[in-house]
């Protein structure tokens, strides 16, 4: 199996190699990775994507970008990885697991610096702290998967939005996690998959590596929800999250605040499932939440036909942010957040 994101090599001359997800579902490609300039832009058009994905390219970016440095002096790799470290946070502003795992980084670095490491250790240092987080995502999403096959019944309609799978994560996703881990219980489930406008990430993904797995798979217009839901053909929805605040209010794909409201009209529970690498304890809650502002072309040329008059006006965000009260539970690997506020969240997250 190809996996979502690998590194090939030593800290100095390795690369990192990932599947290009702007190619699928028609095409399976691998991309060499070989500069941070190449990882930054990566992440910005969305070859690899999903928070966590996000954050272990931007980890694995990082080393990237200090190979040329080897031979600095200690003062000037410092300057050049803060630069390094900056840029890299720089590409996307929404998912907070990359700025989550370039704090890893830096915080890794700083440890070494007080003990005099060399250059030399400082970038195997980052090599082997960005395989960390790439393993430990790993870990968290079986985990976050375990928790959740409890909360889905044998031969349920499940709702996912964007792609919470495998691509978006070192492997097994969150979202799709909590589906795979009952259907590997032997629950047979029925899947509806939003589409996801623009970039069609549930059409594209989802369905994709539902497919894959040989689950029962249905892609609907994200317009369509209300009505497969008033059909009865929805008993649970689950999606990923891009960042959790405080209080348990939830960014994520531009569209899931609407599918939450319309399964609240239709009193099924809107489970989330994210690592605690997607919370953000700093954000008393989601007003704070920083909302990606997207190409235009996105909607205007959506995969390369114009759609929209010349010079149309387009107002394109890329996330929103659903209000706590909407959420039934939050699912990691910890547990099962519920109900959703404040002091449950910091429960559960300063417990572990
Ligand atoms: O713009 P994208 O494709 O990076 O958005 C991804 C999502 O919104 C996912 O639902 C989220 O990152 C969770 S991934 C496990």
Same mark, same amino acid.
């Given at each position: 199996?190809?996996?979502?994101?690998?590194?090939?090599?030593?800290?100095?001359?390795?690369?990192?190699?990932?599947?290009? #997800?702007?190619?699928?579902?028609?095409?399976?490609?691998?991309?060499?990775?070989?500069?941070?300039?190449?990882?930054?832009?990566?992440?910005?058009?969305?070859?690899?994507?999903?928070?966590?994905?996000?954050?272990?390219?931007?980890?694995?970016?990082?080393?990237?970008?200090?190979?040329?440095?080897? =031979?600095?002096?200690?003062?000037?790799?410092?300057?050049?990885?803060?630069?390094?470290? *900056?840029?890299?946070?720089?590409?996307?502003? /929404?998912?907070?697991?990359?700025?989550?795992?370039?704090?890893?980084?830096?915080?890794?670095?700083?440890?070494?610096? %007080?003990? $005099?490491?060399?250059?030399?250790?400082?970038?195997?240092?980052?090599?082997?702290?960005?395989?960390?987080?790439?393993?430990?995502?790993?870990?968290?999403?079986?985990?976050?998967?375990?928790?959740?096959?409890?909360? @889905?019944?044998?031969?349920?309609?499940? @709702?996912?939005?964007?792609?919470?799978?495998?691509?978006?994560?070192?492997?097994?996703?969150?979202?799709?996690?909590?589906?795979?881990?009952a259907a590997e219980e032997g629950k047979c489930l029925s899947v509806?998959? *939003?589409? /996801?406008?623009?970039?069609? #990430?549930?059409?594209?993904?989802?369905?994709?590596?539902? #497919? #894959?797995?040989?689950?029962?798979?249905?892609?609907?217009?994200?317009?369509?929800?209300?009505?497969?839901?008033?059909?009865?053909?929805?008993?649970? %929805? %689950?999606?990923?999250? *891009?960042?959790?605040?405080?209080?348990?209010?939830?960014? =994520?794909?531009?569209?899931?605040?609407?599918?939450?409201? %319309?399964?609240?009209?239709?009193?099924?529970?809107?489970?989330?499932?994210?690592?605690?690498?997607?919370?953000?304890?700093?954000?008393? $809650?989601?007003?704070?939440?920083?909302? &990606?502002?997207? *190409?235009?072309? &996105?909607?205007?040329?959506?995969?390369?036909?114009?759609?929209?008059?010349?010079?149309?006006?387009?107002? =394109?965000?890329?996330?929103?942010?659903?209000?706590?009260?909407?959420?039934?539970?939050?699912?990691?690997?910890?547990?099962?957040?519920?109900?959703? $506020?404040?002091?449950?969240?910091?429960?559960?997250?300063?417990?572990?």
């Open positions: 199996m190809v996996e979502t994101l690998r590194w090939v090599g030593d800290p100095d001359g390795g690369r990192l190699w990932l599947i290009d #997800q702007t190619r699928l579902p028609t095409e399976m490609v691998e991309i060499e990775i070989g500069t941070v300039e190449e990882a930054w832009e990566a992440i910005k058009s969305l070859r690899i994507r999903g928070a966590p994905a996000i954050g272990i390219a931007a980890a694995y970016g990082s080393v990237l970008g200090m190979q040329p440095f080897g =031979n600095a002096d200690r003062d000037d790799w410092l300057a050049h990885f803060r630069k390094t470290t *900056d840029y890299l946070a720089g590409s996307r502003p /929404t998912a907070v697991n990359l700025f989550w795992a370039l704090d890893r980084q830096r915080a890794r670095v700083d440890a070494l610096v %007080v003990d $005099d490491a060399d250059p030399q250790e400082l970038q195997q240092a980052l090599l082997e702290e960005a395989e960390k987080i790439h393993a430990e995502d790993r870990q968290m999403c079986r985990a976050i998967g375990r928790w959740g096959a409890d909360l @889905l019944k044998h031969q349920t309609g499940v @709702l996912t939005h964007c792609n919470a799978g495998g691509l978006a994560t070192a492997d097994y996703g969150t979202a799709l996690a909590v589906i795979f881990a509806y998959a *939003d589409e /996801t406008r623009p970039l069609l #990430q549930g059409a594209r993904l989802t369905a994709w590596e539902l #497919q #894959q797995r040989d689950i029962d798979v249905t892609v609907i217009c994200d317009s369509m929800a209300a009505q497969v839901m008033r059909e009865g053909k929805i008993q649970a %929805v %689950v999606t990923g999250a *891009d960042r959790i605040a405080s209080n348990g209010d939830v960014a =994520n794909k531009i569209g899931t605040y609407q599918v939450a409201l %319309v399964a609240a009209a239709h009193k099924i529970p809107f489970y989330v499932a994210a690592p605690s690498s997607t919370f953000d304890l700093s954000l008393a $809650d989601g007003s704070e939440i920083p909302i &990606e502002q997207r *190409d235009a072309r &996105e909607i205007t040329h959506g995969f390369g036909r114009q759609t929209t008059p010349d010079g149309m006006k387009v107002y =394109n965000p890329a996330f929103d942010v659903t209000p706590a009260h909407l959420v039934t539970a939050i699912i990691c690997e910890h547990g099962v957040i519920d109900p959703v $506020d404040t002091a449950q969240v910091e429960k559960m997250l300063t417990a572990h």
